[in-house]
């Protein structure tokens, strides 16, 4: 059973535009949800966290949107940038990513083309 | 770099096999996770230790077995190995558990079982 949903698989974005990957998770008892980004050849590298009690937090040109009652976040990269391309991974987890690991989407792979 | 390390790089072996992976946390962090990163399967979580005991267990095989040491390094021992058990194996650590604690992941280890 895939408890974090995650869409699209691929995404190809014009320099500059707005790269928009979601997420709907199932599990109430989360209350972390991170966005990571991983390079080809490299570890998954943590880009921005949110938790369940507000709807919005804004890093720089990333921002994640979250509705608690759709059971839903979204990562929003702003003036998106080649140096961008890479593979995007929302997660979720109980206890603040502490006890029980971290359960991953499959994985948005992005693109952005110059 | 997430101050995270890993070790071999780069494993192959046959099926039946045992390997042993190994995992250096950052220097201070005293909770280690284990993943597995494969085509069909995406990122799933396999097992945690804080300070050299077992915390939480996910979807790790019977076949599969990890420790930490007193000096917080961990190792992954696979055993039995099959064709299925090829991919990416990564470590992460963390300051403690819980509370949002950021997962650092170290650059993992590619498995080949031929």
């Known amino acids: 059973q895939q408890q974090v949903k995650q869409s699209p698989q691929s995404l190809i974005v014009q320099k500059g535009g707005i790269s928009i990957i979601n997420c709907a998770y199932e599990n109430t008892a989360f209350d972390y949800f991170p966005w990571y980004q991983q390079f080809p050849g490299k570890g998954p590298a943590l880009l921005i966290a949110?938790?369940?009690?507000?709807s919005e937090k804004k890093e720089g040109r990333f921002t994640i949107s979250f509705n608690k009652s759709a059971k839903q976040f979204s990562l929003h990269i702003m003036d998106s940038q080649p140096g961008d391309s890479a593979t995007y991974f929302c997660a979720a987890s109980i206890g603040g990513g502490g006890a029980d690991g971290l359960t991953f989407g499959k994985g948005t792979h992005l693109i952005i083309q110059p | 770099d997430s101050g995270v390390t890993q070790t071999p790089k780069h494993l192959i072996t046959a099926t039946g096999q045992r390997v042993t992976l190994r995992c250096s946390p950052r220097?201070?962090?005293?909770?280690v996770y284990w993943y597995q990163q494969s085509l069909d399967q995406g990122l799933q979580f396999l097992i945690q230790?804080?300070?050299?005991?077992?915390?939480a267990k996910g979807n790790i095989l019977e076949r599969f077995s990890a420790q930490q040491f007193p000096d917080l390094h961990s190792e992954l021992n696979l055993s039995s190995l099959e064709l299925g058990d090829s991919a990416l194996y990564f470590c992460?650590?963390?300051?403690?558990?819980?509370?949002?604690?950021?997962?650092?992941f170290g650059p993992g280890t590619r498995l080949l079982v031929l």
């Open positions: 949110i938790r369940p009690d507000v």
């Open positions: 230790y804080y300070n050299g005991e077992e915390r």
């Open positions: 992460a650590s963390s300051a403690t558990y819980g509370g949002g604690e950021t997962q650092y």
């Open positions: 220097s201070g962090d005293l909770s």
